[in-house]
């Protein structure tokens, strides 16, 4: 199993952009996704979560400006960025509950990365 983040970048305050998350591998059976990001210096903290029935959860930090959202046919999920601010430059990291079919476990994985930087 792995998880492929794409769409970060360079973007202007004000500006927007699209977060992809994208996992692979055979008859991916997937819980709850989520958004994580790590700024310079600081900690890991969750930014926006999603169940497999649409259920979201965001950090209060987000206001109103980001929307996560899932693609269960494509076993990817999206996270769309509006208005961003300085403070929202950071590494990008998706995150997902999979089932291990070998084991019937499920475990936490996580992708690469994938980093926004708001500058003017």
């Known amino acids: 199993v792995q998880l492929q983040a794409s769409g970060g970048g360079l973007v202007r305050p004000g500006g927007s952009l699209r977060l992809s998350c994208a996992a692979s591998?055979?008859?991916?059976?997937?819980?709850?996704m989520g958004w994580y990001r790590q700024a310079p210096g600081k900690q890991r903290e969750l930014v926006a979560a999603?169940?497999?029935?649409?259920?979201?959860n965001y950090a209060d930090s987000i206001e109103g400006r980001f929307t996560i959202s899932r693609d269960g046919a494509k076993n990817t999920m999206y996270l769309q960025m509006n208005s961003l601010k300085p403070e929202d430059t950071a590494v990008y990291y998706c995150?997902?509950?999979?089932?291990?079919?070998?084991?019937?476990?499920?475990?936490?994985?996580w992708g690469q990365g994938t980093l926004v930087t708001v500058s003017s």
């Open positions: 995150n997902a509950l999979i089932l291990n079919r070998s084991n019937m476990a499920w475990y936490n994985y």
């Open positions: 591998g055979s008859s991916l059976s997937i819980n709850r």
């Open positions: 999603i169940t497999p029935g649409g259920s979201t």
